[in-house]
């Protein structure tokens, strides 16, 4: 309590002159406002910020891809439940299952994809990401095609169970991954481009969903998503090398090595020297060393108690309720979204999934309004300040305008629904495309945010973050049929509604407050050197 009573005492100029954990000097005002390289890069070639553009690219790539095809997986099954509700194995004269019971589909998956990460996470902090990616990715290619092969609805549960858990990393250690490769100053950008995948692999299941089923039966939706899945498995393999890497100890020993040189040669000499010892390391980064699988760190309570840790920083809460609440929201319209438009007065039959085409629009203009916006506004804001400081909190005002138009479209779908009339089903669409708006806006926001204010801390930050949203979009999607059902859409979705925005309100103290808020919590982070 004395470090919070501390940093609320603190005048604003001595706030603004502070150098918090993610308090960054981005740019040298005495250098031709040069764009420094946050964090430092090492002479080691196997430092991912020291790699060629292509390889980062690959990751960025891979990542992406598996986001996308692990959400795919997940949610192409939304559109299709009218029709597996007739085309599901079952005993003769058993009544198929009800669509509540059908939704548990989804509820279990999504809630799987969250509480993963209490395993997944801790596992790649010590064993490292790439064989917890590489052996994720397995997991979810087999629980597929199990998938496809289930003969009953409990053996299908139980596969989307099993699936969840192994498209869970591409909620967390993903976005880790791509920001240990990238400097501050382009990571909102090349996280914006991964969460564009993300929401469009969503979307993208929704849409074709229904098709797929109706025209194939459902068990190709599973076998379609296959594809993909493998692919990103093998891309996995030959792409993505290991990406934990001790910085801190590395810039000790280069500190040490560059300290000898200058004691024997003059400064003219030290640079050949450097230069030559540099080329000469990164001759030995092979593509047969990037295959290598695995590091050991221990640390194996220390690791499993990390994510609860991350509770401690008021950043980790915001990000989570937003996810939570955004998606937990968009579940919810794609439960109940396909059962409205199957019903009269519409009778979309195979067509319900392209409730979605709204859903990919949002997506894009906010994927494509994220990445633009997102890394220039904090290099503007780094520019202005006298000392060249950028501070994660900089990003922050992007998501307000998303918040509120995800608040607004969570209400336009509820009621939408609730009077159903001709051409009332674009309001549906609209508000489904609201809503997917913020989902790509936000998220790559927040997630920046936790990428630059808790560094070494950010992928268990995550873990709360998928768990939150997991557990939000369980709750939406478990009881919001029946819900429906028995009080009609509007109250639902007026309920979600307005508990986004209440959490749109918390993210203005974070703003205002969130330096002072990480000079209090300093203490509690490793170095982020």
Request: glycine share 10%; with cysteine; hydrophobic share 50%.
């Given at each position: 309590?004395?470090?919070?009573?501390?940093?609320?005492?603190?005048?604003?100029?001595?706030?603004?002159?502070?150098?918090?954990?993610?308090?960054?000097?981005?740019?040298?005002?005495?250098?031709?406002?040069?764009?420094?390289?946050?964090?430092p890069p090492t002479l080691?070639?196997?430092?991912?910020?020291?790699?060629?553009?292509?390889?980062?690219?690959?990751?960025?790539?891979?990542?992406?891809?598996?986001?996308?095809?692990?959400?795919?997986?997940?949610?192409?099954?939304?559109?299709?439940?009218?029709?597996?509700?007739?085309?599901?194995?079952?005993?003769?004269?058993?009544?198929?299952?009800?669509?509540?019971?059908?939704?548990?589909?989804?509820?279990?998956?999504v809630l799987m994809i969250?509480?993963?990460?209490?395993?997944?996470?801790?596992?790649?902090?010590?064993?490292?990401?790439?064989?917890?990616?590489?052996?994720?990715?397995?997991?979810?290619?087999?629980?597929?095609?199990?998938?496809?092969?289930?003969?009953?609805?409990?053996?299908?549960?139980?596969?989307?169970?099993?699936?969840?858990?192994?498209?869970?990393?591409?909620?967390?250690?993903?976005?880790?991954?791509?920001?240990?490769?990238?400097?501050?100053?382009?990571?909102?950008?090349?996280?914006?481009?991964?969460?564009?995948?993300?929401?469009?692999?969503?979307?993208?299941?929704?849409?074709?969903?229904?098709?797929?089923?109706?025209?194939?039966?459902?068990?190709?939706?599973?076998?379609?998503?296959?594809?993909?899945?493998?692919?990103?498995?093998?891309?996995?393999?030959?792409?993505?090398?290991?990406?934990?890497?001790?910085?801190?100890?590395?810039?000790?020993?280069?500190?040490?090595?560059?300290?000898?040189?200058?004691?024997?040669?003059?400064?003219?000499?030290?640079?050949?020297?450097?230069?030559?010892?540099?080329?000469?390391?990164?001759?030995?980064?092979?593509?047969?060393?990037?295959?290598?699988?695995?590091?050991?760190?221990?640390?194996?309570?220390?690791?499993?108690?990390?994510?609860?840790?991350?509770?401690?920083?008021?950043?980790?809460?915001?990000?989570?309720?937003?996810?939570?609440?955004?998606?937990?929201?968009?579940?919810?319209?794609?439960?109940?979204?396909?059962?409205?438009?199957?019903?009269?007065?519409?009778?979309?039959?195979?067509?319900?999934?392209?409730?979605?085409?709204?859903?990919?629009?949002?997506?894009?203009?906010?994927?494509?309004?994220?990445?633009?916006?997102?890394?220039?506004?904090?290099?503007?804001?780094?520019?202005?300040?006298?000392?060249?400081?950028?501070?994660?909190?900089?990003?922050?005002?992007?998501?307000?305008?998303?918040?509120?138009?995800?608040?607004?479209?969570?209400?336009?779908?509820?009621?939408?629904?609730?009077?159903?009339?001709?051409?009332?089903?674009?309001?549906?669409?609209?508000?489904?495309?609201?809503?997917?708006?913020?989902?790509l806006s936000v998220p790559?926001?927040?997630?920046?945010?936790?990428?630059?204010?808790?560094?070494?801390?950010?992928?268990?930050?995550?873990?709360?973050?998928?768990?939150?949203?997991?557990?939000?979009?369980?709750?939406?999607?478990?009881?919001?049929?029946?819900?429906?059902?028995?009080?009609?859409?509007?109250?639902?979705?007026?309920?979600?509604?307005?508990?986004?925005?209440?959490?749109?309100?918390?993210?203005?103290?974070?703003?205002?407050?969130?330096?002072?808020?990480?000079?209090?919590?300093?203490?509690?982070?490793?170095?982020?050197?």
């Amino acid at each position: 309590m004395s470090r919070w009573r501390y940093a609320f005492s603190l005048s604003k100029a001595e706030v603004a002159e502070a150098e918090p954990p993610g308090t960054v000097r981005l740019i040298e005002h005495e250098n031709n406002d040069h764009i420094a390289l946050i964090p430092p890069p090492t002479l080691n070639p196997a430092d991912p910020l020291n790699w060629p553009r292509w390889r980062k690219y690959a990751v960025l790539l891979t990542m992406s891809f598996y986001a996308l095809a692990g959400t795919f997986a997940q949610a192409n099954i939304a559109s299709a439940l009218p029709i597996i509700m007739f085309q599901l194995p079952r005993a003769a004269n058993t009544p198929p299952p009800g669509y509540g019971e059908l939704s548990h589909l989804i509820a279990y998956n999504v809630l799987m994809i969250g509480l993963g990460n209490i395993i997944w996470v801790p596992c790649s902090n010590i064993f490292g990401r790439r064989p917890v990616l590489i052996l994720a990715l397995a997991v979810t290619v087999g629980a597929t095609i199990w998938c496809g092969k289930a003969d009953s609805f409990d053996s299908l549960l139980a596969a989307r169970i099993v699936q969840g858990f192994g498209i869970a990393p591409a909620d967390s250690v993903a976005p880790h991954v791509i920001g240990e490769c990238f400097f501050v100053h382009q990571r909102g950008r090349a996280i914006a481009f991964y969460s564009t995948f993300l929401s469009v692999g969503s979307i993208l299941g929704g849409l074709v969903g229904g098709y797929i089923a109706g025209n194939l039966g459902y068990r190709y939706l599973f076998w379609i998503a296959l594809a993909p899945l493998a692919f990103t498995l093998v891309a996995q393999i030959l792409f993505v090398p290991e990406t934990i890497f001790d910085r801190q100890g590395q810039m000790e020993q280069d500190q040490l090595q560059n300290t000898t040189i200058f004691e024997k040669a003059e400064v003219d000499t030290v640079e050949r020297v450097s230069d030559v010892s540099h080329s000469s390391e990164q001759e030995h980064f092979t593509f047969a060393r990037s295959l290598r699988v695995g590091v050991y760190r221990g640390h194996i309570v220390k690791n499993f108690l990390a994510p609860w840790k991350s509770l401690l920083f008021p950043g980790t809460w915001l990000v989570c309720l937003h996810y939570g609440g955004i998606l937990g929201g968009l579940v919810a319209t794609a439960t109940v979204g396909p059962q409205f438009l199957a019903a009269p007065p519409y009778l979309w039959g195979n067509n319900v999934g392209l409730i979605n085409v709204g859903g990919l629009v949002g997506v894009l203009i906010g994927g494509a309004s994220t990445y633009i916006i997102v890394d220039v506004l904090t290099k503007r804001y780094a520019k202005r300040d006298r000392t060249g400081l950028a501070e994660p909190e900089a990003r922050l005002p992007i998501m307000f305008p998303a918040l509120i138009i995800a608040t607004a479209g969570i209400w336009c779908f509820g009621f939408s629904a609730g009077n159903p009339g001709t051409g009332v089903w674009a309001g549906m669409v609209v508000g489904l495309g609201m809503i997917s708006y913020a989902l790509l806006s936000v998220p790559s926001v927040g997630f920046s945010y936790l990428i630059d204010s808790y560094g070494p801390l950010a992928a268990d930050a995550f873990v709360m973050t998928t768990i939150a949203r997991g557990v939000v979009s369980f709750a939406y999607s478990f009881f919001v049929s029946n819900w429906v059902m028995s009080a009609g859409p509007e109250i639902p979705f007026g309920v979600f509604g307005g508990i986004l925005g209440l959490f749109t309100i918390l993210t203005v103290p974070v703003w205002l407050f969130g330096k002072r808020m990480r000079i209090a919590t300093a203490g509690l982070l490793p170095s982020m050197a």
